[in-house]
């Protein structure tokens, strides 16, 4: 069975497996719309009683293709993907949180993240707390509330690359009797299954390593079919819902019920869909990915080292680096690698930023992470520019900090370029 499989055989075979005749590969399956000859059919398939495809906006043959081998992939039951990464997270917390309730969060996340958090989920009505991983366990509990929903944390910060501690977050998550988010981005289910430390929910950028060639922007969220909703208070999950003429997700769908409300529900109505082309792309993304996540830690590792002895660095943060305060917790959830993003502090600060960005040949000054192709970017006056100086700093931003997403070309080529441009940055 395919879930037995290695995880480098379910990215290259997983989910999927064509009949005599069928196209080897994962078909474009470019139609909004699926035909049928019996209205009563139809009909079933609006009632959820029969699989099927009916309306691309909630489902498509290209895109549950991805579906599936990612959730195979993290050890899932079942898999949505979305239009981008930051449709992911909003859905995931929209699925279990309303207006005048509540979540916490760690602060160290991507910018968009952040700013949906504290600027745009509070106009909706929802509150959020953000707090400092870092901080203990009792600190943390603090942030609770009577109506807090959910708890969300990056495996890896970005950019801070704080290497999360699942086991005091899932501690804390069942203490409380909420799910526990996790934005698995930057490590992708190569390099750590969040389910395996106790998360709940897995949210993805597949812009990123699972696109990995910098083609398409999307997202997934993948539920573990591991919270007790019953168990917890969760009426969006065990009453019937109105919008659907009284279904009852857990009682129909059990371990799924989350995943399908997500779906059913919120993609009904917000229609956050990914393109079939975008899923085929992430579909074939993923047949690579162990191999690129694998050359993207190593490159990374060995420009880290190199960074670490170089004159005009005045810091270098990677996980992988036994300099790094999340080493040993890089260790223990990232066994493989520590991922392709590494940052690094330049002397001379913003300005000598500038230069040596300005100087790369080879790494290319881009907004984005996770590419085959290496690029540099400076969060403080881009992805993080709207963040005020307080905030830049709760997510780890300082003006210094220079973010290298290193890409899988030869690593001597990466390190030649980025001594050349480090060279110029000193004149
Ligand atoms: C960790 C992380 N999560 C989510 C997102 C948002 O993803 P997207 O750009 O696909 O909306 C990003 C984008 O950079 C990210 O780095």
Redesign the pocket.
Known sequence: MSTQWKIETQAVQGAYSPKPGEPRVVTICQSTTFKYDSADYMAKLFDLEVPGHFYTRLGNPTSEAFEQKLAMMEGGVGALATS????A?TLSIFNICQAGQHFVTASTL?G??YNLFASTLPKMGIEVTFVDPEASIDEILNAFRPNTRAIFA?TIG?PGLNVLDFAKFSAIAKEKNVPLII?S??ATPYLCRPFEHGANIVVH????YIDGHATS???AIVDGGNFDWEGGNYPELTEPDTSYHGLQYVKTFGPAAYIVKARVQLMRDLGMTPAPMNSFLFNQGLHTLPLRMQRHSDNALAVARFLESHPSVSWVKYPGLESHPSHDRALKYLPLGSSGVLTFGIKGGAAAGKIFMESCKLVALVVH?GDARSCVLHPAST?HRQLTEEQQNASGVTPDLIRLSVGIEHQDDIIADIDQALALSRK
């Open positions: 981008a990464g930051q449709a997270t991507y968009g993240t990056e970005n934005d981005t930057f950028s597949a812009t990123k922007v999307g997202g992470v992805t």
